[in-house]
Every structure is written in structure tokens, then in C-alpha cells.
């Protein structure tokens, strides 16, 4: 099993910037990737960006130049730094860790709020 836990959400008024991070425990190896996802409310879950075992990086397009994916693999960490936040981003983020060949694993999700 493994567990995520996420910290650093909040509230923060439009333009301002956050810092996600997720720990990951238990039982860490084949590590395929890890990731931050997100939901609006009546919205499906979407991807915000993820990280592959090479530091290979994928992100939303709606996120592109304005939130940077990282990884600690050392100490099984992943941080998503976003800057110039706007309400739109509002949602709960979710961690996941994903293990060869493709078992998938969740956080328990931090809320981000972005006021106008």
C-alpha cells in the first residue's frame, strides 16, 4: 500500500501563488509517476500535471507558463508550485502516485480557493 499526504491549499486572491506538496509512504518502488489533479465542483476530475520516473513533465494546457511540477525522489516527495492563480483553478487537488505497470494510488485531496 501506499500513502499520499497533501498539504498547502488555501485561499488566495487572484495573481496570487500556492505551494502543493504530497508525501508519499509505505510501500515506494516502480514508481511510474506521480501527479496533481484537480475537481470543481460538478466537474469531472481533470489532470493538472504530472512528473514520470525521467522528470519527464505533462501539464494542462490551462496551466502551461503558470504552475511547475517537481519531485524529491529521495524523499518521495511532489510539489506543485502555481503561480498566477485565477478562480478558474479553484477545486480540490489531488495527489496521485502511479506504480509500474499502472496501479494508481490518491491523496484525500487539498482545497484551493482563488477570489476574485
Known amino acids: 500500500q501506499v500513502q499520499l499526504v497533501e498539504s498547502g491549499g488555501g485561499l488566495v486572491q487572484a495573481g496570487g501563488s500556492l505551494r502543493l506538496s504530497c508525501a508519499a509512504s509505505?510501500?515506494?518502488?516502480?514508481?511510474?509517476?506521480m501527479g496533481w489533479y484537480r475537481q470543481a465542483p460538478g466537474k469531472q476530475r481533470e489532470l493538472v500535471a504530472s512528473i514520470g520516473s525521467g522528470d519527464t513533465t505533462n501539464y494542462a494546457d490551462s496551466v502551461k507558463g503558470r504552475f511547475t511540477i517537481s519531485r524529491d525522489a529521495a524523499k518521495n516527495t511532489v510539489d506543485l508550485q502555481m503561480n498566477s492563480l485565477k478562480p478558474e483553478d479553484t477545486g480540490n487537488y489531488y495527489c496521485?502516485?502511479?506504480?509500474?505497470?499502472?496501479?494508481?494510488?490518491w491523496g484525500q485531496g487539498t482545497q484551493v480557493t482563488v477570489s476574485t
Open positions: 509505505g510501500s515506494i518502488f516502480m514508481t511510474k509517476s
Open positions: 496521485k502516485y502511479t506504480k509500474w505497470p499502472n496501479l494508481e494510488y
